[in-house]
């Protein structure tokens, strides 16, 4: 609409110009070398614009010859530019199909047409990996490195193939390159990450995580930072208690519910006297998550209590979230120190009809503690290895004893509480077998057996000593990388197809410098 009004007025003044020419005759009078021209004003005008009009005509028939070979050699540039395109095109879907004999004659075609095209540069390094030619590869990557418009691609490609052929020195230093050209890459920064945390460089950790702080999540970077600091707190615990103490209560800050974190921060804050704040941070760590290690710091807050005390400062830690079998446990043990069995069989009667093996096994230290009776203690202990399983700290298929800041994987925070083996989902009702009327004691003469109850506390210390390797019926596969390039999924080595040549791309020829233009003309 706007267009049409423009072009309205135009065509109007254009019209008002003509009439106003018209309303004022005049003439026009040209004398030059005996010759005089005389005419009216509206035909002089008419005139000037016809010659201007001849006289663009013409230069641009002059210009058009004139540059006429650049058109000629961008027109057949621009064919050749175009052929490439298409022979990267069809490349990179050759590549995606998991055609080998067309992903390399396309490279082959691309790298003669558009020598200089990043894109060559990505297929050749795509029909190289796909025909096994590491060295091929790397070659195409270590072209991108050095280029600036694709410095980052080929990093990322140089980094996959150091972690292919296992050699961690050059994978770090190609992430640390790739981390310093652009801080908030993701892969580069995580690779520093798992380098420095697989090095227990917990400071340095804490460095390349405040690097890639902007490509984070906030509160998966609040989570990542309370674990690192958390680990440095334990690091440090024996080296520098003060700053043991404010990296940990700045985990706290960040991750309330970390329970190693509270636990650690509520027991180094009890041995500097500031036993409210400490009892305010475990009680928050409690209601947030309720873990066997926060009621362990908080029964254990004042060194000096008794284990009346304690039992008390513990029933008033697990009535904040009634109904927990932590809190249970947690009150059922005080109780068992202070040698109140009442208390503690009161606190376990509504999970015995389904105990679990930590319920059954203090049951048993229960009944051995109280009344020394052998039939009973073998009954619980019974129960107990057919009861089902505790949480504990697990990670990759690996139980450890205590929480650790790194999966055995590498996985920073990769410990979690939880049954092992739960995420395969399958559960099965536990069998209760009626207990046997009170056994026979065996004869004097006889050498009474160990009491079950010490080896039952035995054997867990042990299995729980050192993490252990859950056992599976399916065989381990190997861990593959993830793809080099995120543009198409090439295979990990799928190894030279017998029926192509893989031999590296050739060179492409070029003619001697004063025939090379000449030649280009022409293709």
């Known amino acids: 609409m706007i267009r049409l ?147 980052l691609l080929g990093l990322r490609g140089l980094y996959i193939e150091a972690q292919r052929r296992n050699d961690p020195s050059v994978a770090r230093a190609v992430a640390e390159r790739a981390a310093k050209a652009a801080p908030a890459l993701t892969w580069a920064g995580q690779a520093l990450l798992d380098d420095r945390c697989a090095a227990t460089d917990w ?117 904040k979230v009634p109904g927990q079998l932590e809190g249970a446990l947690a009150v059922a043990r005080a109780a068992l120190d202070a040698r109140e069995f009442m208390t503690a069989r009161q606190v376990l009667a509504p999970y015995l009809s389904a105990s679990t093996r930590r319920v059954a096994t203090l049951m048993a230290e229960i009944e051995e503690a109280e009344h020394g009776d052998e039939g009973r203690v073998r009954e619980w202990m019974g129960r107990a290895m057919r009861a089902s399983g505790d949480p504990v700290w697990t990670a990759d298929g690996v139980v450890s004893e205590r929480w650790l800041p790194v999966s055995p994987n590498g996985r920073l925070d990769g410990f979690q509480w939880k049954l092992p083996l739960a995420e395969i989902g399958v559960s099965r009702p536990v069998i209760e077998v009626t207990a046997p009327a009170e056994p026979e004691k065996p004869p004097a003469a006889e050498e009474a057996p160990e009491p079950l109850l010490r080896k039952a506390q035995k054997a867990p210390s042990k299995s729980l000593a050192q993490p252990k390797t859950v056992s599976r019926s399916q065989p381990k596969s190997e861990t593959k990388p993830e793809p080099v390039i995120p543009l198409l999924h090439a295979p990990d080595d799928p190894g030279t197809d017998p029926l192509v040549d893989a031999e590296p791309l050739p060179e492409p020829t070029t003619a001697p410098a004063p025939w090379r233009r000449f030649i280009e003309l022409f293709r």
Do not use: C
Not at 217 to 240: C, F, G, H, M, N
Not at 296 to 313: I, M, N, P, Q, V
């Open 5 to 151: 009004v423009l072009f309205l007025i135009s065509v109007a003044l254009i019209a008002a110009g003509f009439v106003w020419f018209a309303d004022r005759p005049g003439d026009i009078a040209i004398t030059w070398m005996g010759y005089r021209i005389e005419t009216s004003l509206m035909v002089a005008t008419l005139a000037v614009a016809l010659v201007v009009v001849i006289a663009i005509f013409v230069w641009s028939i002059l210009r058009g010859i004139w540059r006429s070979p650049e058109q000629v050699s961008l027109f057949f540039r621009h064919r050749r530019a175009m052929k490439g395109y298409l022979a990267i095109s069809r490349g990179l879907i050759a590549v995606g199909a998991g055609d080998l004999r067309l992903a390399r004659k396309s490279s082959d075609e691309a790298a003669r047409l558009s020598s200089g095209d990043p894109l060559t540069l990505l297929l050749a390094a795509q029909s190289a990996q796909m025909a096994g030619d590491r060295a091929g590869a790397e070659r195409a990557f270590r072209a991108m490195a050095e280029r600036d418009d694709t410095r």
């Open 203 to 319: 400071a340095g950790a804490l460095e390349a995580l405040d690097h890639m702080k902007s490509a984070l999540e906030k509160a998966d970077y609040r989570r990542k930072r309370a674990v690192l600091l958390t680990a440095r707190a334990q690091a440090l615990a024996d080296i520098d208690r003060d700053a043991a103490r404010a990296a940990v209560l700045e985990a706290v800050k960040l991750a309330p519910d970390l329970a190693p974190a509270a636990a650690m921060a509520g027991q180094r804050l009890a041995e500097s006297g500031d036993w409210r704040k400490a009892r305010k941070i475990l009680e928050h760590a409690w209601t947030t998550n309720p873990h066997p290690d926060v009621a362990e710091a908080y029964a254990h807050l004042r060194t000096g209590d008794s284990a009346r005390e304690r039992l008390a400062r513990v029933q008033k830690l697990a009535a």
